[in-house]
């Protein structure tokens, strides 16, 4: 599969312009690999959008949901680096949600990405699931420059647990309930992708969602091998 393990963290942010280079060089070359240093991170990404709202989108995958809700992740997140803390206050406009995934099909990565963020209306019935891997997944699979396509599905109370770093990040909002990515090769690709995403009646499922986003892949890497 395209992703690696059975659950995923998802950030998007913005970043103050006066902190972009401070971002670059704390997220390249400390935030990344000290995530995946801990036992269970498998690979980072980070994407950047030249029109996107937020800029950047970042994706851990990790091999489950145990490992980012277990001991040594919370650790990190209750005690962050000098770094870190002159970093994230500087954020703005800031989602997170630590998802499983709930559909995925594909087993390449594209260097564009497109999400979208959903609520759900409350009640008993929820047909999202069904729509996007029966309709949806397999309408948009059918170009030619789309790779994979997720959905994931997010537990709200560990994206909601206030660590230490989460109480000095910039500009949070809502946790996103569920979020469609799509990975595509071509940007052409992922622009009719974020149009088909946009144009599906999800009013009629009873959920709302953000304007659909494409992202450039900046850096990958993996982690280590154990």
């Known amino acids: 599969m395209s992703i690696l393990g059975s659950a995923v963290v998802l950030i998007w942010n913005d970043v103050v312009d006066s902190a972009r280079t401070e971002f670059y060089e704390w997220h390249n070359k400390e935030h990344i690999p000290e995530r995946l240093s801990l036992e269970g991170f ?19 995958e990790a091999a489950d949901l145990g490992v980012l809700t277990g001991p ?14 002159a970093t994230v206050k500087h954020f703005r406009n800031t989602a997170r949600s630590l998802c499983r995934i709930e559909h995925s099909v594909g087993e390449s990565n594209g260097a564009y990405a497109v999400t979208m963020q959903l609520q759900k209306a409350p009640g ?7 729509f996007v891997s029966t309709q949806l997944f397999p309408e948009i699979l059918a170009r030619p420059d789309v790779v ?44 009719a992708a974020a149009r ?6 999800w009013q009629r499922l009873g959920a709302s969602h953000s304007p659909p986003q494409v992202y450039t892949l900046e850096i990958s890497r993996l982690g280590k091998l154990r």
């Open 42 to 60: 498998l690979r980072g990404r980070r994407y950047r959008g030249a029109d996107a709202s937020p800029e950047w989108l970042t994706v851990y």
């Open 72 to 85: 040594a992740y919370l650790e990190r997140l209750n005690n962050p680096t000098p770094a870190t803390l």
């Open 124 to 130: 008993p019935k929820d047909d999202i699931q069904d």
């Open 148 to 191: 994979a396509v997720h959905l994931f599905a997010a537990d709200l109370d560990a994206s909601n647990v206030k660590t230490n770093e989460a109480q000095h990040r910039g500009g949070v909002g809502d946790v996103p309930a569920r979020v469609v990515l799509i990975e595509c090769t071509t940007e052409a690709g992922a622009r």
């Open 196 to 201: 088909q995403m946009n144009d599906a009646d």
